[in-house]
């Protein structure tokens, strides 16, 4: 019945996985706002993982960052392996030494996506001169809009999984 | 370090990392890879999904706004195609008119009309033409018709549209002339000896006239009915004409005026405008 509902579950993270693509990759649908839209994927695979087990926590980690990276450029690079490092160790934390609630979760989301991003930037824009002007054009406002984000996912995801566990 | 290094889930951690890392370096490397493409394919399998549901990407068009866009497109292409044609003859136009406009630049006081030859006279043997301008465009009976290489003939003839052309290869024709580095002075006119080689007699030569081969014929002027200096033609050689006991010169026009496609009419110029001596027209 575990698995079984486990299942249901993971099909129902996936669903959310390619809706969040969709909507971020058409066109004029999601409106910029202070000239940045939301890692929606971000908040999507870490909400999971708070959840989840390690292993999934850690495939759909690495699913997330691969479309992040593939949105970008046809290659896996940072998202891909980032996600999988951190959701596998959220994934493991939240379930031997953490208990998941809104507070911790939004701490842990802060550090990883202000971390992320910043790793990001440093690595794609140190050579670039006016890279501080697009730190405070873009960057600020993507992350304060990813965490936002996250948190509403944390939300549903708990629901889901609350819905299509063993425990209910 | 040992035991949780050797605890399953941190080694299928590193494995995937391992296999994560690879793969990163092969799409970062390999253009056009299987996993990019695959990924793609599946991104643009969605993009197709979501393009039916917006307004922002292209969608199917019905049968009549297809015929509606045919229609539109057919009405543009026309007019199109008649601004192409346009286009093609207002160039010509400009062609022609540059052509002219080193002799209207040095002489200012001109008023050159230019023309299409529009048909020629089969019947005529000295290559008399008409062109596509007439009396509406300010041409008159008598105004001289010129090319940038010289004078070519005068209008005999002129309606509202066109306007017939007597060559200086006809007998009709006669100009008052001079030799531009001897200043021996004659009449241009036609023979039909030499209009079939496209050329024109310099006559009424005197005795000690010092005509040569390549000497340059040029208008007097004095008539009035053609302005001073424009060329006739070159001397292609010096004769005596047994007939009326004189000499005379053969001279070739610079254009070929058996061929010619285009001209323009000089309606204007200073000094213009003196009494017809005799007959159908006097140089």
Redesign the interface.
């Given at each position: 019945m575990d698995k079984k509902n486990a299942v249901f579950r993971y099909i129902a993270y996936a669903v959310e996985m390619?809706l969040a693509?969709?909507l971020l990759?058409?066109?004029?649908?999601l409106p910029d706002i202070f000239g940045a839209k939301p890692a929606l994927l971000l908040g999507i695979a870490l909400s999971i993982a708070t959840f989840e087990r390690?292993?999934p926590a850690?495939i759909f980690g690495?699913v997330a960052g691969?479309?992040m990276d593939?949105?970008y450029s046809?290659?896996?690079?940072l998202f891909?392996?980032a996600l999988?490092?951190v959701c596998?160790l959220i994934g493991?934390v939240a379930n031997n030494l953490v208990k998941a609630n809104p507070m911790n979760y939004l701490l842990t989301a802060a550090v990883v996506i202000g971390g992320l991003y910043m790793l990001y930037f440093g690595i794609e824009f140190y050579h670039v001169a006016d890279r501080w002007t697009y730190f405070q054009a873009h960057l600020i406002s993507r992350m304060i809009q990813s965490l936002l984000w996250s948190a509403v996912w944390y939300f549903v995801n708990r629901f889901v999984y609350h819905t299509l566990s063993e425990e209910t | 370090m040992k035991e949780f290094l050797g605890k399953t889930?941190i080694k299928?951690?590193l494995s995937?990392?391992l296999v994560?890392?690879m793969?990163?370096v092969f799409?970062?490397n390999v253009?056009n890879n299987i996993?990019?493409s695959a990924?793609?394919g599946l991104?643009y399998g969605?993009?197709k999904?979501?393009a039916a549901a917006?307004d922002?990407?292209a969608r199917t068009m019905s049968y009549d706004e297809l015929m509606s866009a045919y229609e539109e497109l057919q009405q543009e292409n026309n007019s199109l195609r008649a601004r192409v044609v346009d286009y093609y003859d207002t160039k010509a136009e400009n062609a022609r008119l540059w052509k002219f406009y080193d002799l209207k630049k040095e002489n200012p006081d001109y008023t050159l009309i230019p023309a299409m030859v529009l048909r020629r006279d089969v019947n005529d043997e000295f290559s008399s033409f008409t062109l596509d301008k007439g009396t509406a465009s300010g041409i008159s009976i008598g105004d001289p018709v010129v090319t940038d290489n010289g004078v070519v003939g005068w209008v005999a003839e002129a309606d509202a549209n066109t306007a017939k052309v007597v060559t200086i290869l006809s007998p009709r024709t006669s100009i008052g002339a001079v030799d531009n580095r001897t200043s021996d002075t004659g009449v241009v006119t036609g023979k039909a000896a030499f209009a079939d080689r496209g050329e024109t007699v310099f006559s009424k030569l005197l005795s000690d006239h010092a005509v040569e081969t390549g000497d340059i014929i040029t208008t007097t002027g004095i008539s009035g009915l053609y302005p001073k200096g424009l060329i006739l033609g070159e001397v292609t050689e010096v004769g005596y004409d047994t007939y009326d006991t004189s000499y005379y010169a053969v001279i070739r026009p610079y254009d070929d005026i058996r061929t010619l496609s285009e001209a323009a009419v000089l309606t204007a110029f200073s000094g213009q405008g003196e009494i017809l001596l005799s007959g159908d027209t006097d140089g």
């Open positions: 390619v693509f969709v990759s058409t066109p004029n649908l390690e292993i850690m690495m691969a479309l593939f949105g046809n290659a896996l690079g891909t392996i999988t490092v596998f493991w | 889930k299928i951690l995937v990392l994560l890392l793969l990163s799409t970062r253009e996993v990019s990924v793609n991104g969605l993009s999904v979501t917006t922002n990407n």
